[in-house]
């Protein structure tokens, strides 16, 4: 599975952006998707999950501000990301999971996506 990020760029605090990963195959097929983020210097750090059962994790930090979502008719999956802070700046990552036989996890990453927050 190839996952493609996009919709990050530049704006300003308190701004909002909509972050897209599009699948190279049925989003049906993954049982977790999720954003990651990286700032410099920082560890990688999980943002939000959505498994295909509909259960939603967010970090702390983001809880209340961004939302999580999948469209599994266009294979894509989105994080809306609204009042934004400079401290959300950082690379965004789409993750994803599926499990195989003998539960076997197949863990697919995409390319990253810059998100600038200007103070």
């Known amino acids: 599975v190839q996952l493609q990020a996009s919709g990050g760029g530049l704006v300003q605090a308190g701004g909002s952006l909509r972050l897209s990963c599009a699948a190279s195959e049925s989003t049906l097929s993954l049982d977790t998707m999720a954003w990651y983020r990286q700032a410099p210097g920082k560890v990688r750090e999980l943002v939000a999950s959505?498994?295909?059962?509909?259960?939603?994790n967010y970090a702390d930090s983001v809880k209340g501000r961004f939302t999580i979502s999948r469209d599994n008719a266009e294979n894509t999956m989105f994080l809306q990301m609204n009042s934004l802070k400079a401290e959300d700046t950082a690379v965004y990552y789409c993750?994803?999971?599926?499990?195989?036989?003998?539960?076997?996890?197949?863990?697919?990453w995409g390319q990253g996506t810059q998100v600038t927050v200007s103070s």
């Open positions: 959505l498994t295909s059962g509909g259960l939603t």
């Open positions: 993750y994803a999971v599926r499990v195989g036989k003998g539960w076997t996890r197949y863990r697919y």
